[in-house]
């Protein structure tokens, strides 16, 4: 809106058009015309001090040629109420403003100007603009600026509980959820259970610009976390940071804080609650009183107008919840087996020696060569140098090799030897968890039958190391065997020192019986 008298009483003051202009925030060929008016009709400051703005433009443009800055202004306080209705746009109201200024001969503005315009008078007067709503449209979500309170189980300690809220813009309808920090950990688990507890996702997530959420805030284009980027992507939603310091920009949750602060934690203000789970189950059903409280200036309640107008609408919830993600790197090494936190996982044989993305889960194990898929295994948790072993993976001599040795094989063989060498088989079979690890000591203990003494000699040694322990290992039993060796030979087996002897107890005791040890 021009400011007619502004622009007089800045010319009386010998202010020059162009300082006008910039003053004034408005364009110097609109100055130029004012001050062109109101010497065509000889009118100063002075003679117009006492008018409004209103009375001034008609009292400088009146007549059939006015200038073309003389545009009719518009009532933007009955366009803002106007635009409060339901299905009123601005568009809609620009048209009955061109068709009035027609039926005046009045000169209307442009569409895109009178937005501005609009704009500019709402920012000006702080009206607040009407956003129109859509169901199941966004999601607002936010923590709770105050924290509530609950004992540790274990030491009985106060530790603060940090309150998560999340809020459907167009039913209001809200769920919030107690955490022991504002961590990655707790901001993704809790938008997992807010989809949960609403039975879908809305199209868009408003959060703020919190850290867990958006690490490099900017108000066009805001760096996503990772992790709260891949959650958006699992359920099928959009995240639309708000903009910093612009808390209308999500007023649903804004709002929703507020009623949290009073409406639950002041119920709960005296009550002591042992762990987060029995702080949860108590605001649990706090919330459910507040989403069923009917409205004051709308009809129904929060939970009445959610499963009205928006639960239908919801983003299906995928099959499986979303699972934070770690994702590495690892070398395929000649194995074909990639290692993962001291275990290994293998891979198709073609990737030896290729370095391959690792995208790690609680539950998952995923190799990528690129963006494709190589495999997956279920994670190993718990044990060191465990394997998941896929025997397609493997070279075709490999497989052939997996299908010849077998343990009933290796036990039918030792079964030949001798019964106390099929005991000591088993064991030995028996102590590994992956069956396919015990082979190679197999193969080492049947070696034996082949060398001097030939199945007898490994039969004694099996039964003396049975005789020993019901877990003998393959070293054991070799070391026996060499020593039955060496006794029927004569001579003393190398592993019992370079003199051929052991130093017996008369040797410790000290004196002559020493002497005659040495």
Same mark, same amino acid.
Not at 132 to 149: F, I, K, L
Not at 432 to 443: A, D, M, V
């Given at each position: 809106?021009?400011? @007619?008298?502004?622009?007089?009483?800045?010319?009386?003051?010998?202010?020059?058009?162009?300082?006008?202009?910039?003053?004034?925030? %408005?364009?110097?060929?609109?100055?130029?015309?004012?001050?062109?008016?109101?010497?065509?009709?000889?009118?100063?400051?002075?003679?117009?001090?006492?008018? $409004?703005?209103?009375?001034?433009?008609?009292?400088?443009? +009146?007549?059939?040629?006015?200038?073309? +800055?003389?545009?009719? &202004?518009?009532?933007?306080?009955?366009?803002?109420?106007?635009?409060?209705?339901?299905?009123?746009?601005?568009?809609?109201?620009?048209?009955?403003?061109?068709?009035?200024?027609?039926?005046?001969? *009045?000169?209307?503005? &442009?569409?895109?100007?009178?937005?501005?315009?609009?704009?500019?008078?709402?920012?000006?007067?702080?009206?607040?603009?009407?956003?129109?709503?859509?169901?199941?449209?966004?999601?607002?979500?936010?923590?709770?600026?105050?924290?509530?309170?609950?004992?540790?189980?274990?030491?009985?300690?106060?530790?603060?509980?940090?309150?998560?809220?999340?809020?459907?813009?167009?039913?209001? @309808?809200?769920?919030?959820?107690?955490?022991?920090?504002?961590?990655?950990?707790?901001?993704?688990?809790?938008?997992?259970?807010?989809?949960?507890?609403?039975?879908?996702?809305?199209?868009?997530?408003?959060? $703020?610009?919190?850290? #867990?959420?958006?690490?490099?805030? $900017?108000? @066009?284009?805001?760096?996503?976390?990772?992790?709260?980027?891949?959650?958006?992507?699992? @359920?099928? #939603?959009?995240?639309?940071?708000?903009?910093?310091?612009?808390?209308?920009?999500?007023?649903?949750?804004?709002?929703?804080?507020?009623?949290?602060?009073?409406?639950?934690?002041?119920?709960?203000?005296?009550?002591?609650?042992?762990?987060?789970?029995?702080?949860?189950?108590?605001?649990?059903?706090?919330?459910?009183?507040?989403?069923?409280?009917?409205?004051?200036?709308?009809?129904?309640?929060?939970? +009445?107008?959610?499963?009205?107008?928006?639960?239908?609408?919801?983003?299906?919830?995928?099959?499986?919840?979303?699972?934070?993600?770690?994702?590495?790197?690892?070398?395929?090494?000649?194995?074909?087996?990639? &290692?993962?936190?001291? %275990?290994?996982?293998?891979?198709?044989?073609?990737?030896?020696?290729?370095?391959?993305?690792?995208?790690?889960?609680?539950?998952?194990? *995923?190799?990528?060569?690129?963006?494709?898929?190589?495999?997956?295994?279920?994670?190993?948790?718990?044990?060191?140098?465990?394997?998941? #072993?896929?025997?397609?993976?493997?070279?075709?001599?490999?497989?052939?090799?997996?299908?010849?040795?077998?343990?009933?094989?290796?036990?039918?063989?030792?079964?030949?030897?001798?019964?106390?060498?099929?005991?000591?088989?088993?064991?030995?079979?028996?102590?590994?968890?992956?069956?396919?690890?015990?082979?190679?000591?197999?193969?080492?203990?049947?070696?034996?039958?082949?060398?001097?003494?030939?199945?007898?000699?490994?039969? &004694?040694?099996?039964?003396?190391?049975?005789?020993?322990?019901?877990?003998?290992?393959? #070293?054991?039993?070799?070391?026996?065997?060499?020593?039955?060796?060496?006794?029927?030979?004569?001579?003393?087996?190398?592993?019992?020192?370079?003199?051929?002897?052991?130093?017996?107890?008369?040797?410790?005791?000290?004196?002559?019986?020493?002497?005659?040890?040495?």
């Amino acid at each position: 809106m021009v400011n @007619y008298k502004r622009i007089l009483e800045l010319r009386k003051e010998d202010v020059s058009q162009r300082g006008i202009a910039e003053a004034l925030k %408005c364009s110097r060929n609109t100055v130029a015309s004012v001050l062109a008016a109101a010497a065509a009709a000889s009118v100063g400051f002075v003679d117009v001090a006492a008018l $409004d703005n209103a009375e001034i433009g008609r009292t400088l443009f +009146s007549g059939p040629d006015r200038p073309p +800055s003389a545009y009719a &202004q518009p009532d933007f306080e009955a366009i803002h109420k106007e635009l409060a209705r339901t299905g009123v746009t601005l568009l809609m109201l620009w048209g009955e403003y061109s068709a009035a200024c027609r039926a005046n001969r *009045e000169l209307p503005y &442009q569409y895109s100007f009178f937005c501005d315009l609009y704009r500019r008078w709402a920012k000006a007067t702080k009206a607040t603009m009407r956003i129109p709503r859509t169901p199941a449209e966004v999601m607002e979500v936010d923590w709770a600026g105050d924290t509530m309170e609950y004992a540790d189980p274990l030491s009985g300690e106060a530790r603060p509980a940090h309150l998560f809220v999340a809020a459907m813009t167009y039913s209001a @309808y809200s769920y919030v959820e107690a955490f022991c920090d504002m961590g990655l950990q707790s901001w993704i688990d809790a938008h997992i259970n807010a989809f949960r507890f609403f039975g879908g996702a809305a199209r868009l997530l408003v959060p $703020d610009n919190l850290r #867990t959420g958006v690490s490099r805030p $900017d108000r @066009y284009e805001p760096a996503l976390n990772a992790t709260y980027a891949a959650l958006a992507e699992h @359920y099928g #939603t959009a995240i639309v940071p708000a903009r910093v310091r612009h808390p209308k920009d999500k007023p649903a949750a804004e709002g929703s804080v507020g009623h949290i602060a009073y409406a639950i934690a002041g119920v709960l203000r005296d009550r002591r609650f042992v762990g987060l789970p029995e702080l949860n189950d108590a605001i649990a059903d706090e919330l459910g009183l507040l989403n069923a409280r009917p409205f004051q200036k709308r009809e129904g309640s929060r939970s +009445s107008v959610f499963d009205r107008d928006e639960r239908a609408l919801l983003v299906p919830l995928p099959l499986m919840p979303f699972e934070p993600a770690e994702l590495r790197k690892a070398k395929v090494g000649p194995n074909y087996h990639v &290692q993962v936190d001291g %275990c290994f996982y293998s891979v198709p044989s073609r990737h030896i020696g290729q370095t391959l993305d690792i995208r790690l889960t609680v539950r998952l194990v *995923e190799v990528f060569d690129g963006d494709s898929r190589v495999c997956s295994h279920p994670r190993v948790h718990g044990r060191k140098g465990a394997y998941s #072993t896929v025997e397609e993976h493997m070279p075709p001599s490999h497989r052939e090799y997996l299908r010849d040795w077998t343990p009933d094989r290796f036990l039918r063989w030792a079964e030949s030897v001798g019964a106390q060498t099929a005991r000591a088989a088993e064991a030995i079979l028996a102590s590994r968890k992956i069956k396919e690890q015990g082979y190679r000591s197999l193969l080492g203990l049947l070696s034996l039958a082949k060398k001097d003494g030939g199945k007898a000699r490994l039969e &004694q040694a099996c039964r003396h190391a049975l005789e020993m322990t019901q877990s003998p290992s393959y #070293t054991m039993i070799k070391r026996i065997w060499a020593d039955i060796k060496a006794e029927a030979a004569g001579r003393p087996d190398k592993s019992l020192g370079s003199k051929g002897y052991v130093r017996g107890p008369g040797y410790y005791a000290g004196g002559k019986a020493a002497e005659d040890g040495r």
